[in-house]
């Protein structure tokens, strides 16, 4: 017997559809004949590209969320939002301090935050979006960059900001300002990266590049490599890669 099929009415952009209610609303929007060349990534709530506002009967709120996630509801109305214009302050890291000075020349509308916490409660990847954005008007970047780590840049935050804050390039900016002057080099990269430099892979590479398939097969199969049940005591050790 064929499993039965429960249709619901949801508006897209002004117009109704019938759709089945175990769908996203991505996937709703195809059964609807949507073919999606904007607004539609990874598919998988990463890419950030979906983002969708919504209203539901009897309520006053505009919601937000990613089309690819979040399934349809009866008699929502929505509207796809697969872009967002975001304001970029043009930087070079290398120039900058890691400091709050940075953030008051790139984003000084960062200070006009009220702490209305509309940012957190409209981001569809629970991150902390208000404390983020507090700890980058204290100067804290390595806690602005921790806590926007999960970023993937929908523009749902900004889009109800009342401070018209351009949330998730601030983020980015912290995130660069930690990565390039906060974080302690990794010696043992730069090592290698040296190593590379002169020379020292070249005949083992180009041993490789001549080797035939079966020799490169078996070379494949002797590797090192951790079993997939190892103990975490089995993980590299920095002086592993010197
Ligand atoms: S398609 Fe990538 S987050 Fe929805």
Redesign the pocket.
Known sequence: MEPKVNLIPIHIMGKQYMVPDVLTV?KAMEYAGYQLTR????????????GIAYRLPNSYKIEVG????AMVQPDMYLAVLPFYPNKRGVHDVENLGANVDTFKALYPEVFKCVSCNTCTKSCPMSIEVMDYINAAMRGDVRQAAELSFDC?M?GLCTSRCPAEISHANVAILARRLYGSQVVPRAEHLAKQVKQVKTGKFKEGLAKLKSADLTSLKELYKAREAEPDNAPDEWAPKSNDYL
């Open positions: 991505m607004g539609c990534g990874c598919r998988g709530g990463i890419c950030g590209a979906c990613l089309a690819c996630q993937v929908c």
